[in-house]
């Protein structure tokens, strides 16, 4: 089975711009969360998809924001980048929603912002 | 409150040395699970384990052994004649019945195996 797959892996921006960035989780998973990890904050929560619906939200503004399609596929949206969203951005899928079940990662997305 | 404490920042041993990773943690739900993930330099978080609040039985998966004690909020984690591939960044991270699948990481513990 192949693992979740995210891209792109790499993405550089200024301050200002909006990036998205997409996620396809394993096959048959419908729960898709979103992780920010910096070396300062560490590994953040920034919100869970479950069948398009958004079923739990971190503490991060307004400017992230994300959505999951019919088929689990996700992405995640950062409008008005600043500096300090310069972070590797880790998607993770599973089966279900909820703490009985293993999150596996993906590799990452890495975003510099300048 | 920090739910998830790794106290240990880095960690340097010598390779076929054992070596424990320290993990504590803080809930107040009586049903939670706890996990540990390995973050190679490649970026990607490797799961290793998962235990449930009610399972307290420890675990050996090869070079690898886990000792879960709820009396003491602790999930420590062995690795057993340690090699240089083990080097990575270890995450203990904790997900509660009330947050789905909301994990919360501790700040991991950098091991480096050297050769």
């Known amino acids: 089975k192949a693992g979740v797959t995210q891209t792109p892996r790499y993405l550089i921006k200024t301050r200002g711009q909006q990036v998205t960035l997409s996620c396809s989780p394993i096959s048959g998973h419908r729960s898709v969360s979103w992780y920010q990890q910096t070396p300062g904050q560490g590994l953040q929560f920034l919100f869970e998809?479950?069948?398009?619906?958004?079923?739990n939200k971190g503490n991060f503004p307004g400017r992230f924001s994300g959505r999951q399609f019919s088929n689990s596929r996700s992405e995640m949206n950062v409008s008005t980048l600043e500096l300090g969203d310069s972070a590797l951005y880790l998607c993770?899928?599973?089966?279900?929603?909820?703490?009985?079940?293993?999150?596996?990662f993906g590799p990452g997305t890495r975003l510099t912002v300048l | 409150a920090q739910k998830v404490t790794q106290a240990q920042t880095e960690i340097s041993v010598v390779e076929k040395e054992d070596v424990t990773l320290d993990c504590v943690y803080e809930t107040r739900d009586t049903t939670y699970y706890l996990f540990w993930y390995k973050q190679p330099p490649s970026g990607e978080l490797v799961f290793l384990i998962r235990?449930?609040?009610?399972?307290?039985q420890n675990e050996i998966s090869g070079r690898y052994s886990w000792n879960f004690q709820k009396s003491t909020s602790s999930f420590n984690f062995t690795i057993t004649a340690s090699q240089v591939v083990d080097s990575a960044v270890y995450f203990c991270?904790?997900?509660?019945?009330?947050?789905?699948?909301?994990?919360?990481f501790g700040t991991g513990t950098s091991l480096t195996v050297i050769p």
């Open positions: 993770a899928s599973s089966f279900t929603s909820g703490s009985t079940d293993t999150q596996y």
């Open positions: 991270a904790l997900s509660e019945t009330n947050t789905g699948n909301q994990f919360y």
């Open positions: 998809y479950f069948s398009e619906t958004q079923r």
């Open positions: 235990r449930n609040s009610f399972d307290e």
